[in-house]
C-alpha cells in the first residue's frame, strides 16, 4: 500500500545558480514538478510512493525517471514517450530566494497523458491520490487528471489537491479558474496559497476562503501565508500554525514539501481527512512547515528535501 500516489507533470527545472567566470548564469538541472516534489518528499520521510506521469523518451526523461527510482518513488506508472519532448522550466532565483519562472512546455510530454496511461491497480493501493492543476491546463492530460481523481473517489481513496498556479501555462485567467474549481468537488484536502484565494474561492480573505472549500465538500483546507505558517480550517474550525525561521535560499518546492509533510503525518495516522481533528490537523501542518524551512535552505526541490531526522531536530529545537 502506498502512503501518497502524486499525478502529474514531472520536469527538469533548470535553477539559476550563479554565475561563470565570464558572468554568464549558470543553471542547474533539478528534477522538478510539484506533485513529483510532494511524492519525493513523503518518500525521503519514510512513506512509500508512486507516480503517474508521462516523459520524453530523451536524456530528460531518462533523468526523471532515475531520479524517481533513486528516491524509492513507484515508477511503473511514469510513462516514457518517444514522440514527445521533456518539458523544461528554467528558474530565476532572486536575492530572497522567490522564484520567477520561464516554461518550454509547447510539445510538452506531460501534456499528453492519457486515461490509458493511469494505472487504476496504483491507485487502488494508495491511501491518498494527490494532484494539482497543471495537469488541467491542456487535454489530454486534463480528462487523465479527472478520470484518476474519479476512480479514486470510487475505489475509496483519499483525494488531495494543491492547484499550483503557474499564469504562463494557462491560455487566460477565466479558463484557470474555471478548471482549478472544477477539481474542488472531487477533494477532500486542499492546500492553496494567498495568492490562490481569489482565484480558487472570489475570496482574498484566507478565513473566508477557508469556509468556501468546506462549503465545496473538502474536509481540510490549508491556506499557506508564507512567513506566517499557514492557517488550517475543518468542521471544528480554523487555527493559525506558525512557521519555522530558515535561511532561505531557494523557495522552489517550499509549499510541496509543506504538503508532503503534511500528506505524510496524515498517512501515518491512518485516518480520513474528514475524521481528524483540528488539533490533529495543525499538527500534522507543524511539521509541514518544518520541512519546508529546511526544504528552502537549499537549491532545487528535490535535492533539498529533508530527512526525517532533520525535521524531528529543527521542531526539536525551535521548543
Known sequence: MYNVTALGEMLIDFTEQGKNKDGQ???????????????????KLGGKTAFIGKAGLDMHGKFLKQTLIANGINANGFVLDKNYFTTLAFVAVAPNGEREFSF???????????????SVDIIRNS?????????????????????????????????SYDPNYRKSLWA????????????????????????ETLLLTGETDYVKAGEVLLNKGVS?????????????????????VVGFKANAVDATGAGDSFFGGFLYKLT??????????LNEACDFATFGNAVASLCVEGYGAIPSLPTMDAVLNRIKNKA
Open 25 to 43: 548564469n549558470l543553471f542547474a538541472q533539478n528534477a522538478g514538478g510539484a506533485p513529483a516534489n510532494v511524492v519525493a518528499c513523503v518518500s
Open 104 to 118: 518550454a512546455r509547447q510539445h510538452g510530454a506531460d501534456k499528453m497523458l492519457t486515461k490509458k496511461d493511469v
Open 127 to 159: 491511501q491518498v491520490l494527490h494532484v494539482g492543476s497543471v495537469s488541467m491546463t491542456d487535454c489530454p492530460s486534463a480528462d487523465a487528471t479527472l478520470f484518476a481523481v474519479k476512480t479514486a473517489k470510487k475505489l475509496g481513496v483519499t483525494v
Open 172 to 195: 487566460n485567467e477565466a479558463l484557470a479558474i474555471k478548471k482549478m474549481r472544477s477539481l474542488l468537488s472531487y477533494a477532500d484536502i486542499v492546500k492553496i496559497s494567498d495568492e
Open 220 to 240: 481540510v483546507a490549508i491556506i499557506t501565508l508564507g512567513k506566517d505558517g499557514a492557517y488550517v480550517v475543518n468542521k471544528e474550525g480554523g487555527a493559525i
Open 268 to 277: 501515518e495516522i491512518g485516518k480520513k481527512p474528514s475524521e481528524i481533528s
